[in-house]
């Protein structure tokens, strides 16, 4: 979503808020979920050139769970306060802001770095996912495959134990 900035450049100093939504389809290649609105407070400073840009949403993203693959919905809370100084469009660290264009602010652009660093560490699709069987592939949810893969993980911590064992010996 784009926004004119210029009504709020022909003043002094001024506040306006402006009600936006994330507006891509995908993010990082998962579906965004029916974004909710989120209001924006931008703060223009003429005395410096600065534009502050603040708030906080929240979007939901199908990711696939961790441990089956499933879809899932993730929901992703974020928040953005930004300070963009316009003569030069970087941010107080000096690092280059791609978001505001002339008299343009891109949300879209705003937003998704917000979005992709509130990303949570692991995406399960339930709390106890059984995954998938790492033999048969089989989703492990559904019961066990029978493949016999599953005592596998025992022999190896077996074999490992033994192999330390040995270690220890020599
Ligand atoms: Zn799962
Ligand atoms: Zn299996």
Redesign the pocket.
């Known amino acids: 979503m784009k926004i004119d900035l210029s009504p709020l450049y022909q003043s002094d100093e001024v506040l306006r808020e402006y009600e936006v939504s994330f507006g891509r389809d995908r993010l990082n290649g998962w579906k965004v979920l029916d974004p909710e609105p989120l209001v924006l407070k931008a703060v223009y400073r003429k005395d410096n050139r600065t534009l502050e840009v603040s708030g906080s949403g929240r979007v939901k993203l199908r990711m696939p769970c961790d441990r089956c693959l499933k879809p899932t919905e993730v929901p992703v809370c974020f928040s953005v306060d930004t300070l963009i100084r316009l003569e030069d469009l970087t941010d107080p660290d000096g690092e280059p802001v791609d978001c505001v264009e002339e008299n343009t602010l891109d949300t879209d652009l705003l937003l998704e770095p917000e979005i992709l660093t509130n990303l949570p560490m692991k995406v399960l699709c339930r709390e106890d996912c059984k995954g998938l069987?790492p033999?048969?592939g089989?989703d492990l949810n559904g019961g066990p495959?029978g493949?016999g893969?599953t005592e596998a993980p025992g022999r190896m911590a077996e074999a490992i134990r033994q192999a330390f064992e040995k270690a220890g010996k020599n």
Do not use: L, R, W
Request: hydrophobic share 15%.
């Open positions: 069987c033999g048969c089989a495959c493949c893969y």
